[in-house]
C-alpha cells in the first residue's frame, strides 16, 4: 500500500494520467464487487502494466535514437567514441552527450565567440535533456517496480478472492446440506407430532363419546332414582297412613278389650250369684222343689239367653278379628310388594353401579359426583330401610300385645312376615 501511495503522486507533468489510471483501476481491483468488476480490474491492472512497458520502451528508444545520432555525429567530427559516462546518468547518454561536445569543439574551433557561445547553449541544452530523459527512465523504472509489484498484489488478492470464493462455496455447500439435514428433521419431528396429535384426537373423541354415553346412563340412574324416591315417599305416605290406622284399631282394640272385661266382670258376678241362689236352692231343695226347678229352668234360659249373646258378641270379635288378620295380611302382601319392587330397583341399580365402577378408573373426576350420590341413595335405602324395620318391629309387638290380650294366637304368616322383615 505504501508503493501504491508513493505511485500516485507524480514525478513529473507528463504521467500524471497515466498514474491516476494506475491507481484507478488498482483502487477498482480492490473492491470487489462482483465477478465482471474483478475481471475488469485484472484487465485494467495488465494494461496499466502494458501501458508501462510502452512508456518505458518509447523511452528506451528515444534514448537509443539520441546516442545514435551522437554517435553520427560524433564519427563524422571524430569525436572520442570510449569516453566514460557522467555519475548521474547512464552510458548511452553520457556517450552522446560527449560526442555532442567533441564535435562542436572540434568542428566548429576556429569560428569566433558567436558560435562558442551557441555551442555552450546547444551543450547545456543537451545535458538538461540528458538530465531530464535519465530522470523520466528513473521514474519510469520506479513506475514499473511499482506496477509490477501492484500486479504482484492484485495476483495475490485475486488468488484469495478465488480461495474465499471456494470456500465460501464449500460453506455454502455444508451448510445447504445442514439447512436440507435440519427440514428434513423438522418435517420428520412434524408428520410424528401431527401423527401424535391424531391419535390424541381420535382418544379424546373416544373419551367424549364414552363421557356422552355415560352421562346418559346417569341421567337414566338419576331419573330411576327420582322414580324410587318417589315411590318410596309413596311407600312412607302409605306407611304413615297404616301407622294411624294402627293406632285407631289399637285403640278399637283397646275399648273391646275394656267391653270384654266389663262383660267378663259381669259374668263372674253373675256367676257369683247363680252360684249363692244355688246354694239358697240348695237350703230350700226340699220345700221349695217345684219353684227351684222353675227357678232354675228361668235361670237355665236366662243363662242360654246369655251364652247366646255372648256367643253372638264372641263371633262379632272374631269376625273383627278375621277383619284385623286380613287388613295384616293385606299389609303384609303390601310391604311385599314394597319388598320386590324395591329389590328389583335395587338390583339394575347394583349392576349399573358395578358396571360403572369398572369405567370409573379411567373417568375419575367425571364420575365422583355419582359415586357420591349412589352413596346418599344407598344411604337414604338404608335408612327407609331401618325406619321400616323399626315399624314392623313396631307392629309385631302390637299384635304380640293384641294377641295376648286377647289370647289368640298369632297367625304363622304374620310371624314368617315379621321374621322376614
Same mark, same amino acid.
Given at each position: 500500500?505504501?508503493?501504491?501511495?508513493?505511485?500516485?503522486?507524480?514525478?513529473?507533468?507528463?504521467?500524471?494520467?497515466?498514474?491516476?489510471?494506475?491507481?484507478?483501476?488498482?483502487?477498482?481491483?480492490?473492491?470487489?464487487?462482483?465477478?465482471?468488476?474483478?475481471?475488469?480490474?485484472?484487465?485494467?491492472?495488465?494494461?496499466?502494466?502494458?501501458?508501462?512497458?510502452?512508456?518505458?520502451?518509447?523511452?528506451?528508444?528515444?534514448?537509443?535514437? &539520441?546516442?545514435?545520432?551522437?554517435?553520427?555525429?560524433?564519427?563524422?567530427?571524430?569525436?572520442?567514441?570510449?569516453?566514460?559516462?557522467?555519475?548521474?546518468?547512464?552510458?548511452?547518454?553520457?556517450?552522446?552527450?560527449?560526442?555532442?561536445?567533441?564535435?562542436?569543439?572540434?568542428?566548429?574551433?576556429?569560428?569566433?565567440?558567436?558560435?562558442?557561445?551557441?555551442?555552450?547553449?546547444?551543450?547545456?541544452?543537451?545535458?538538461?535533456?540528458?538530465?531530464?530523459?535519465?530522470?523520466?527512465?528513473?521514474?519510469?523504472?520506479?513506475?514499473?517496480?511499482?506496477?509490477? +509489484?501492484?500486479?504482484?498484489?492484485?495476483?495475490?488478492?485475486?488468488?484469495?478472492?478465488?480461495?474465499?470464493?471456494?470456500?465460501?462455496?464449500?460453506?455454502?455447500?455444508?451448510?445447504?446440506?445442514?439447512?436440507?439435514?435440519?427440514?428434513?428433521?423438522?418435517?420428520?419431528?412434524?408428520?410424528?407430532?401431527?401423527?401424535?396429535? &391424531?391419535?390424541?384426537?381420535?382418544?379424546?373423541?373416544?373419551?367424549?363419546?364414552?363421557?356422552?354415553?355415560?352421562?346418559?346412563?346417569?341421567?337414566?340412574?338419576?331419573?330411576?332414582?327420582?322414580?324410587? !324416591?318417589?315411590?318410596?315417599?309413596?311407600?312412607?305416605?302409605?306407611?304413615?297412613?297404616?301407622?294411624?290406622?294402627?293406632?285407631?284399631?289399637?285403640?278399637?282394640?283397646?275399648?273391646?278389650?275394656?267391653?270384654?272385661?266389663?262383660?267378663?266382670?259381669?259374668?263372674?258376678?253373675?256367676?257369683?250369684?247363680?252360684?249363692?241362689?244355688?246354694?239358697?236352692?240348695?237350703?230350700?231343695?226340699?220345700?221349695?222343689?217345684?219353684? !227351684?226347678?222353675?227357678?232354675?229352668?228361668?235361670?237355665?234360659?236366662?243363662?242360654?239367653?246369655?251364652?247366646?249373646?255372648?256367643? &253372638?258378641?264372641?263371633?262379632?270379635?272374631?269376625?273383627?278379628?278375621?277383619?284385623? +288378620?286380613?287388613?295384616?295380611?293385606?299389609?303384609?302382601?303390601?310391604?311385599?310388594?314394597?319388598?320386590?319392587?324395591?329389590?328389583?330397583?335395587? !338390583?339394575?341399580?347394583?349392576? +349399573?353401579?358395578?358396571?360403572?365402577?369398572?369405567?370409573?378408573?379411567?373417568?375419575?373426576?367425571?364420575?365422583?359426583?355419582?359415586?357420591?350420590?349412589?352413596? +346418599?341413595?344407598?344411604?337414604?335405602?338404608?335408612?327407609?330401610?331401618?325406619?321400616?324395620?323399626?315399624?314392623?318391629?313396631?307392629?309385631?309387638?302390637?299384635?304380640?300385645?293384641?294377641?295376648?290380650?286377647?289370647? &289368640?294366637?298369632?297367625?304363622?304368616?304374620?310371624?314368617?312376615?315379621?321374621?322376614?322383615?
Amino acid at each position: 500500500m505504501s508503493h501504491l501511495h508513493s505511485s500516485s503522486r507524480p514525478p513529473t507533468h507528463i504521467n500524471t494520467d497515466l498514474d491516476n489510471v494506475s491507481i484507478t483501476s488498482s483502487v477498482k481491483s480492490l473492491t470487489p464487487k462482483s465477478k465482471t468488476t474483478k475481471k475488469k480490474s485484472t484487465h485494467g491492472a495488465t494494461s496499466t502494466t502494458n501501458k508501462a512497458t510502452r512508456s518505458s520502451s518509447m523511452f528506451s528508444e528515444g534514448s537509443v535514437g &539520441v546516442a545514435s545520432v551522437a554517435k553520427h555525429h560524433g564519427t563524422r567530427s571524430g569525436g572520442h567514441a570510449n569516453s566514460k559516462p557522467p555519475l548521474g546518468g547512464s552510458s548511452s547518454h553520457h556517450y552522446v552527450g560527449h560526442d555532442e561536445a567533441s564535435v562542436k569543439v572540434k568542428g566548429e574551433g576556429g569560428d569566433g565567440a558567436s558560435k562558442t557561445s551557441k555551442k555552450d547553449k546547444d551543450a547545456t541544452g543537451s545535458s538538461d535533456l540528458k538530465k531530464s530523459i535519465n530522470q523520466l527512465q528513473k521514474e519510469a523504472d520506479q513506475q514499473l517496480e511499482l506496477e509490477m +509489484e501492484t500486479q504482484m498484489t492484485l495476483e495475490h488478492f485475486l488468488g484469495q478472492m478465488i480461495s474465499l470464493k471456494n470456500a465460501f462455496a464449500m460453506l455454502s455447500d455444508v451448510v445447504m446440506h445442514e439447512v436440507d439435514a435440519a427440514r428434513s428433521e423438522a418435517r420428520r419431528r412434524i408428520d410424528v407430532s401431527d401423527n401424535r396429535v &391424531v391419535q390424541n384426537q381420535q382418544t379424546v373423541d373416544k373419551v367424549i363419546h364414552e363421557f356422552g354415553s355415560l352421562s346418559t346412563r346417569v341421567s337414566r340412574i338419576e331419573e330411576k332414582q327420582d322414580t324410587i !324416591i318417589a315411590e318410596l315417599a309413596a311407600l312412607r305416605s302409605q306407611g304413615d297412613q297404616t301407622a294411624t290406622w294402627l293406632t285407631t284399631v289399637s285403640e278399637q282394640v283397646s275399648v273391646v278389650k275394656e267391653q270384654v272385661g266389663e262383660t267378663r266382670q259381669a259374668q263372674v258376678k253373675f256367676d257369683a250369684n247363680t252360684v249363692k241362689e244355688v246354694n239358697e236352692l240348695k237350703r230350700h231343695w226340699d220345700n221349695q222343689s217345684q219353684t !227351684i226347678v222353675n227357678r232354675i229352668n228361668e235361670c237355665s234360659a236366662e243363662v242360654s239367653k246369655q251364652r247366646a249373646e255372648l256367643t &253372638v258378641t264372641g263371633e262379632q270379635r272374631m269376625d273383627d278379628l278375621e277383619l284385623l +288378620e286380613k287388613a295384616l295380611s293385606t299389609l303384609q302382601a303390601q310391604q311385599v310388594r314394597l319388598r320386590s319392587s324395591v329389590d328389583e330397583a335395587v !338390583i339394575p341399580l347394583q349392576t +349399573e353401579s358395578k358396571s360403572l365402577r369398572s369405567k370409573t378408573d379411567q373417568l375419575d373426576a367425571a364420575i365422583s359426583s355419582i359415586k357420591m350420590d349412589a352413596v +346418599e341413595t344407598r344411604h337414604q335405602m338404608e335408612g327407609i330401610d331401618r325406619d321400616q324395620r323399626l315399624r314392623f318391629d313396631n307392629v309385631s309387638r302390637v299384635m304380640k300385645v293384641f294377641s295376648e290380650a286377647m289370647q &289368640v294366637a298369632t297367625p304363622p304368616s304374620v310371624n314368617n312376615a315379621f321374621k322376614d322383615v
